[in-house]
């Protein structure tokens, strides 16, 4: 992993407003691996962890709620990596 790679999981660590997640699962009891509502700890951690591997293997991730994006590098610029915590979402293949 090269430093500005680091320096984007960094900055994204820094930016993401982790205490506000927590706070969303207390209220709706998500539970991750039935071990309880994650502490802010433990959310900071899975997130840097998907952050990572998403980098390192130049795909996007997603699991209890954290979803990593991962946009390689185009003709316009450098590669993105995107968090997001997402509580409800549906799609449907349309055929």
Not at 21 to 45: A, N, T
Not at 58 to 73: L, M, Q, R
Request: proline share 2%; net charge negative; hydrophobic share 35%.
């Amino acid at each position: 992993m090269t430093e500005q790679q680091r320096d984007v999981i960094d900055d994204i660590m820094d930016s993401f407003d982790f205490n506000k997640v927590h706070k969303v699962m207390e209220f709706l009891d998500w539970q991750w691996r039935d071990e309880g509502v994650p502490d802010e700890y433990s959310l900071k951690r899975e997130a840097r962890r998907l952050l990572r591997d998403a980098i390192e293997n130049k795909t996007s991730i997603s699991t209890g709620g954290f979803i990593v994006k991962y946009y390689p590098a185009d003709n316009d610029g450098g590669e993105w990596v995107k968090l997001a915590f997402e509580l409800e979402s549906w799609d449907t293949e349309i055929k």
